[in-house]
């Protein structure tokens, strides 16, 4: 995708009249990779698309910020944490942020009982990547104490510790990356964890300028949104097969893809 100026997107603040272009420092180029749920083989993709990018356009300084949402709904949670934590094979500087997804798998380990919700939210197939039996039908409080001891004891050490160390937020120069979204009127350095991992409508619908372009995900659409105080690059890539990257670069945008067949999805799921 041709990269735009940010200047025709981005760089409108209501109320002020000077208008200038919102960018990343000199030197440096960001890669944010969107919601990946479950989509191993997407992830891999991708990871070869960034490191051709590298190579085709060197860079003195090159990040790469995941933006949450490494589990559920795709078939391959588990295969996503692997590829995540074991080393890329290129020299880049990495960040990982927190989805409410991660939240999600987080709270099921400290509470079996929000396994009735976590199933919703596409819990049932992390458990399945991990090697663990799901009924077709529904299920009853033994088994999910069952299920709960069957997962502890399936999650490595080092999932834990990988979803125990990501980061809420990150910012560099004119932008910042978190998962759903932030509080409108609130200031960046004060929003809170929820909102971060979970916030949609008051989020999506405000106009308003934040102090910096947001970078997210959480909310998924066919193609990247593009408006002047927000960029979403969560292009549902469990069900749709396409898995999305922002690369900002100075004052220039443009956009990485990973494609594969659409899944087939169980319909009727809360989303979330």
């Keep these: 995708m041709k990269a735009p100026s940010l200047m025709k997107f981005l760089n409108k603040r209501r109320s002020v009249r000077v208008r200038r272009q919102m960018s990343v420092p000199d030197g ?11 989509r191993s083989e997407l992830l891999r993709i991708m990871h070869g698309r960034i490191q051709q990018d590298l190579e085709d356009r060197p860079i003195e300084e090159a990040v790469l910020v995941y933006m949450g949402d490494y589990v559920d709904r795709g078939p391959d949670s588990r295969g996503v944490i692997d590829t995540l934590i074991n080393p890329l094979g290129f020299d880049i500087e990495v960040h990982y942020l927190k989805g409410n997804h991660e939240d999600a798998l987080l709270t099921f380990m ?4 929000f396994l009735q919700m976590w199933r919703d939210y ?3 197939e992390t458990l399945t990547s991990y090697g663990i039996k799901v009924p077709n039908g ?3 409080d033994d088994w999910i104490q069952t299920v709960h001891k069957q997962f502890r004891e ?3 050490k080092s999932h834990i510790a990988f979803l125990q160390s990501l980061e809420l937020t990150y910012t560099k120069g004119d932008f910042f990356f978190v998962h759903a979204g932030i509080r409108p009127g609130v200031p960046l350095e004060e929003q809170q964890p929820a909102d971060a991992m979970w916030i949609r409508d008051p989020f999506l619908n405000s106009k308003r300028f934040h102090g910096k372009v947001i970078v997210h995900g959480h909310t998924p659409q066919e193609q990247p949104v593009i408006r002047k105080n927000r960029i979403g690059i ?5 069900v749709t097969g396409v898995l999305t990257a922002a690369v900002i670069e100075g004052t220039t945008f443009r956009f990485l893809q990973a494609k594969k067949p ?3 999805v169980l319909p009727g799921v809360r989303r979330a």
Excluded at 234 to 238: F, I, L, N, Q, V
């Design 28 to 38: 440096v180029r960001i890669y944010a990779i969107g919601d990946i749920h479950g």
């Design 110 to 113: 400290h509470d079996p009982a």
């Design 154 to 156: 399936a999650l490595p």
């Design 122 to 124: 596409g819990g049932l």
């Design 262 to 264: 659409k899944l087939r």
């Design 234 to 238: 969560d292009t549902g890539a469990y």
């Design 138 to 140: 529904g299920f009853g």
